[in-house]
C-alpha cells in the first residue's frame, strides 16, 4: 500500500506565505505525478501544482508566477511554497500521487489523495 502524510497550512495572513509538504512512503515501485489539489466547499477539486513522471512541474493559472513546487532529491517528497495569498487561496490542500505499486508479485496502479490540510487566509 501506499500512503501520504501531508503537513503545513493552517492560519496565514492576507499577503503572507505557505509551505505545504507530502511524503509518499509504501512499496511504491514507480511514482509518476505528484503534486497538489485544493477545494473549497461547493467546488471542484482543482489543480494547484505538481510533477509530470519527466520530472517537469505544471502550475495552475491562479497562482502561477507565485508559486513553486519542489522535490525532497530521490525521496517521494513534494513541497508547495506559495507566496502573496489571498483569501482565494483559503482551500483544504490534498496531496496527491499517482503511479505503480509493488504488491507482493502484482504491481497495481494507484491514485492517491492525502487527508488534506486546511490553508486559511485571513486579514
Known amino acids: 500500500q501506499v500512503q501520504l502524510v501531508e503537513s503545513g497550512g493552517g492560519l496565514v495572513q492576507t499577503g503572507g506565505s505557505l509551505r505545504l509538504s507530502c511524503v509518499a512512503s509504501?512499496?511504491?515501485?514507480?511514482?509518476?505525478?505528484m503534486g497538489w489539489y485544493r477545494q473549497t466547499p461547493g467546488r471542484e477539486r482543482e489543480l494547484v501544482a505538481y510533477?509530470?513522471?519527466?520530472?517537469?512541474?505544471y502550475y495552475a493559472d491562479s497562482v502561477k508566477g507565485r508559486s513553486t513546487i519542489s522535490r525532497d532529491g530521490a525521496k517521494p517528497t513534494v513541497v508547495l511554497r506559495m507566496d502573496n495569498l489571498d483569501s482565494e487561496d483559503t482551500a483544504v490542500y490534498y496531496c496527491?500521487?499517482?503511479?505503480?505499486?509493488?504488491?507482493?508479485?502484482?504491481?497495481?496502479?494507484?491514485?492517491?489523495y492525502g487527508q488534506g490540510t486546511q490553508v486559511t487566509v485571513s486579514s
Open positions: 496527491n500521487a499517482r503511479g505503480i505499486y509493488s504488491g507482493g508479485d502484482a504491481k497495481e496502479a494507484f491514485n492517491l
Open positions: 510533477f509530470d513522471s519527466r520530472g517537469t512541474p
Open positions: 509504501g512499496n511504491i515501485f514507480r511514482l509518476n505525478v
